[in-house]
């Protein structure tokens, strides 16, 4: 594989996984109640460029040879938008009157920071520390999902409004925690091999 060519793959992998992480910083920012809480208009925008950033993706992924490294690109690319759909959606139900962040909102938004910047790392790390980075990402995405089941469980102490309303936001979260998972094991598929 040419330098040029796995330099290409890199900038791929990392720029995009540190995308998601701005993404899901400003997303943490928001849950905790450090920006306009009416406002997360700036979250918005980073996911219309997304958009764009992915259409230049996609020309990259067209333009590859290999028909595995290429569904691997897909993969990921496909993967990572549906965790960054995922929290977008998570932080609309937090716009709903009564929703309340709390330390597991926190913890999942955290969870899923930590695994986009591991991506992120794994695109910047050579040799062993490409798959401990991966495999980082992915310990960060199973704490998302035992973050959201402690929340489901501590659903059950709070009136049943309430509940239904939050339990959407931990929903998001833990969805965008599967799809980072994936993503990240996409990107062992195109960087660890």
Do not use: W
């Not at 997360?40 to 333009?63: C, D, G, Q, T, Y």
């Not at 980075?133 to 199973?142: D, E, G, H, M, Y």
Request: with cysteine; charged share 25%.
């Amino acid at each position: 594989m040419s330098l040029i060519f796995r330099s290409g793959l890199l900038k791929f992998v990392g720029g995009n996984s540190l995308f998601a992480a701005e993404v899901f910083t400003k997303a943490r920012i928001y849950f905790h109640g450090l920006s306009d809480p009416g406002n997360p208009a700036a979250l918005f925008e980073l996911a219309k460029e997304f958009s764009e950033k992915k259409r230049k993706s996609e020309i990259f992924i067209e333009r590859l040879k290999d028909p595995a490294l290429k569904a691997s690109c897909s993969r990921f690319l496909f993967r990572l938008e549906s965790s960054l759909n995922s929290v977008e959606a998570a932080v609309r139900d937090f716009q709903l009157p009564g929703v309340e962040g709390d330390e597991f909102i926190s913890e999942m938004a955290f969870a899923l920071q930590t695994g986009a910047k591991e991506i992120y790392n794994a695109s910047a790390s050579g040799g062993a520390g490409r798959s401990r980075a991966v495999l980082k990402a992915k310990r960060a995405c199973n704490s998302v999902e035992r973050a959201y089941r402690r929340a489901v469980t501590a659903l059950g102490k709070r009136s049943s409004v309430s509940a239904l309303k939050i339990e959407g936001v931990y929903k998001g979260l833990s969805d965008a925690g599967d799809s980072l998972d994936a993503a990240a094991d996409a990107t062992a598929g195109i960087l660890c091999k």
